[in-house]
């Protein structure tokens, strides 16, 4: 497959805590994106980082990238309970399709 | 702010009806693309367009054609809709880009279910 893989396949942390959500690939790639998905919706974009990148920072939001092992890492720091989506990394190679992973279901408890 | 409107939110269709699932986005993106959503399979790319005429397929494009006649418009067609169609159909834009380092935009989602 093509595809990306996401890890943990779900996760249930408490509102505050810190989530951290992983994602590996098998081929070389120009640049790897994260995406959000409130339940039932479209996906919004959230940060892109290129492969001369190792890690880039926005909002409560930090995304790592190794390419030597093939694998990003997305973490989101003091979480809330609004940020309960999915998360769904993305990599480009090339300048046409997103291959996007299966995804990590994140709850944030109150 | 980039919009992408797919034309219905829910829509239930009969076995063996031909279904036009419509995308329209409104900042001038030569790239559009069809993607369906299964729990457990995340989004598998069905077919792209990166200019008006122009089509190539995705990862899983039998059962499937896509129309693009405006530059702002890509539709998908499921030529005899049948019940492994069931899904939700999500379609996006994006900007060529130099390297590719450009976002997708997504629309809201189309959940077909095909009896």
């Known amino acids: 497959s093509q595809q990306g893989e996401e890890d943990p396949q779900a996760l249930s942390i408490q509102e505050g805590e810190n989530a951290t959500m992983n994602c590996s690939y098998k081929?070389?790639?120009?640049?790897l994106q994260w995406y959000r998905q409130n339940s039932g919706r479209g996906l919004v974009h959230l940060i892109l980082?290129?492969?001369?990148?190792r890690e880039k920072h926005s909002g409560r939001l930090r995304v790592t990238l190794d390419t030597s092992k093939k694998s990003s890492s997305l973490l989101i720091t003091a979480s809330r309970a609004a940020d309960t989506a999915s998360y769904f990394c993305?990599?480009?190679?090339?300048?046409?399709?997103?291959?996007f992973g299966t995804g990590t279901r994140l709850k944030v408890l109150a | 702010d980039v919009k992408v409107t797919q034309s219905s939110r829910y829509l239930v269709k009969r076995t063996g009806e031909k279904v036009f699932l419509e995308c329209v986005q409104d900042?001038?993106?030569?790239?559009m693309f069809w993607y369906r959503q299964d729990p457990g399979l995340g989004l598998r790319l069905i077919y792209f367009?990166?200019?008006?005429?122009m089509k190539e397929k995705g990862d899983i494009p039998e059962g499937y054609s896509v129309s693009r006649e405006k530059k702002e418009r890509f539709s998908l067609i499921l030529e005899s809709a049948s019940t492994n169609q069931t899904s939700m159909y999500l379609c996006?834009?994006?900007?060529w880009g130099v390297g590719g380092n450009t976002e997708a935009f997504f629309g809201q989602g189309t959940r077909l279910t095909v009896v």
């Open positions: 900042m001038d993106h030569e790239n």
């Open positions: 996006a834009s994006s900007l």
């Open positions: 993305a990599r480009r190679s090339g300048t046409y399709k997103y291959i």
């Open positions: 081929t070389s790639i120009n640049n």
């Open positions: 367009s990166y200019d008006v005429k």
């Open positions: 980082i290129r492969s001369n990148e």
